[in-house]
Nanobody, 122 residues
Framework: VQLQASGGGLVQAGGSLRLSCPAS????????MGWFREAPGKEREFVAA????????NYADSVKGRFTISRDNGEHIVYLQMNSLKPEDTAVYYC????????????????WGQGTEVTVSS
């Protein structure tokens, strides 16, 4: 299984970024997909998740109304649109696959990709 997050970079506060995560080696449409982030010195935390058929989404309170998760099962890609970015959004962002879209728990996700770094300057 390969998940490769990309799209990170340096952006000013208030700006936007779109992260992408193409997946291979798994039946993509069977799995819920999630985004997590890990800031320096902090534990990995849940950001957003989406069900296999895109009917359900789940967001951390800290990103609600600013971030949007979406997926394209035909292209095997999950996205994270991040708007109104804040310095506290600075972190390495990871995509992950699992069986339950309605959980923020890291250990409930089975597949993980390499992260992409997001830096938001004030």
């Amino acid at each position: 299984v390969q998940l490769q997050a990309s799209g990170g970079g340096l952006v000013q506060a208030g700006g936007s970024l779109r992260l992408s995560c193409p997946a291979s080696g798994l039946t993509f449409s069977r799995y819920a997909m999630g985004w997590f982030r890990e800031a320096p010195g902090k534990e990995r935390e849940f950001v957003a998740a989406i069900s296999w058929n895109s009917r359900n989404t789940n967001y951390a309170d800290s990103v609600k109304g600013r971030f949007t998760i979406s997926r394209d099962n035909g292209e095997h890609i999950v996205y994270l649109q991040m708007n109104s970015l804040k310095p506290e959004d600075t972190a390495v962002y990871y995509c992950a696959g699992g069986n339950n879209w309605n959980t923020p728990r890291v250990y409930e996700y089975d597949f993980w990709g390499q992260g992409t770094e997001v830096t938001v300057s004030s």
